[in-house]
């Protein structure tokens, strides 16, 4: 009868698991700070065509949107089912993308301005008509620097 | 007596929360960063002189309202483009103060001088598709990447498009200055002449 008792316990002790909420809430800080909440939601197909010869686009803040594509059926007795020009969370006319463009610029720092790309995410099926419109647009209040978005994949795949 | 310990709380169900949040987080997220093929337009500029080009140094597709393609007035098939238009602008024809040292074209007289003079001209009409342009596009750009492979691959011993990746890359070790500088030296050899016209109606 020994005062210090072995402890003989059956079996292998349990793994505590209270650092796991640790690991947990880590990542899900993580995943909180990087993650971008889609701003725009979008009212037309917007299937992009694919292309391999690509450039990133980052800096994100200095990147201006124009989606263009056949709106979606729930907006097709609407708008029609011919191919439209989306600004924002609006269905816009070609007139509308020198106004977007102007407003876009006030509302980012004067010495960025020179540095704003236009996105163009056009849906694939698109006529090529709307696209060049928007073009002409963005030539009359200087905005060149233009980005055809696409998807990453085999340019002939998009013939199929 | 057996001394009494507090009691714990149990913390296994904040796992459970914190999953949950994650899993939410995590379906939210959008890190992948758009990419696409970057152009810049032409300024408007109302009394634009057109610049002599002859007719040799212009390389001519045309994509017409039916997604068929047009090669310097003849036929052509997408798969094809990209190499006829390395033959076209690695083709040094130029003789004397225009000619092409680099180049390894058939040195053709009918067909383009320099890389320099080099144009291609992309002509569209209204009713062609978007995702045939974009394939154009994307051959063409092509053409010129592989022509500043070939060249990068000489001189420096890696290709263009991994010089360019490197120069994206914040993580790259290395010296950007002369990776800049070497860039711009490929950039001169095969410099992107790509002209997009607005779109004709053609009948």
């Given at each position: 009868m020994s005062k210090f008792k072995k402890k003989t316990g059956g079996g292998t002790p349990g793994i505590s698991t209270a650092s796991l909420p640790d690991i947990v809430f880590m990542l899900l800080f993580f995943f909180m700070v990087v993650t971008v909440l889609r701003q725009t939601t979008p009212l037309i197909e917007n299937v992009l065509p694919t292309a391999d010869e690509v450039e990133k686009l980052d800096k994100k803040d200095l990147v201006m949107y124009i989606y263009a594509g056949k709106p979606l059926p729930r907006y097709q007795g609407q708008y029609g089912t011919e191919a439209r020009i989306q600004l924002n969370d609006k269905f816009a006319n070609v007139n509308d993308v020198q106004a977007f463009i102007q407003a876009e610029r006030e509302s980012k720092r004067e010495e960025l301005v020179p540095f704003l790309t236009t996105s163009l995410k056009v849906d694939?099926?698109?006529?090529m008509g709307l696209v060049s419109d928007i073009k002409q647009e963005l030539r009359q209040v200087n905005a060149l620097k233009i980005n055809y978005t696409t998807r990453d994949g085999d340019a002939a795949s998009n013939l199929e | 007596m057996a001394k009494r310990s507090a009691p714990e709380v149990n913390a296994g169900s904040m796992a459970d929360i914190a999953f949950l949040l994650l899993i939410f987080f995590l379906v939210t997220t959008t890190i992948e960063t758009d990419s696409g093929i970057s152009r810049r337009l032409p300024p408007i500029d109302d009394n634009q002189d057109i610049p002599d080009i002859r007719k040799k140094n212009i390389f001519i597709v045309l994509v017409n309202k039916d997604d068929q393609l047009l090669v310097n007035d003849d036929p052509a098939e997408l798969k094809d483009l990209r190499q006829q238009a390395i033959e076209f602008l690695d083709?040094?024809?130029?003789?004397?103060?225009?000619?092409?040292?680099?180049c390894q074209g058939p040195k053709d007289p009918s067909s383009s001088d320099n890389p320099d003079k080099a144009v291609i001209s992309l002509q569209n009409d209204r009713l062609t598709s978007y995702k045939m342009y974009i394939a154009v596009q994307n051959e063409l750009v092509a053409a010129y990447n592989d022509l500043r492979d070939r060249e990068a691959q000489r001189l420096?011993?890696?290709t263009y498009r991994e010089m360019e990746k490197n120069k994206a890359d914040p993580n790259w070790r290395g010296d950007k200055e002369k990776l800049d500088q070497q860039l711009s030296v490929l950039k001169a050899m095969y410099p992107q002449k790509l002209s997009e016209a607005e779109p004709k109606r053609r009948d």
């Open positions: 694939g099926e698109t006529n | 083709n040094g024809g130029g003789v004397g103060d225009e000619a092409c040292d680099y420096y011993g890696q």
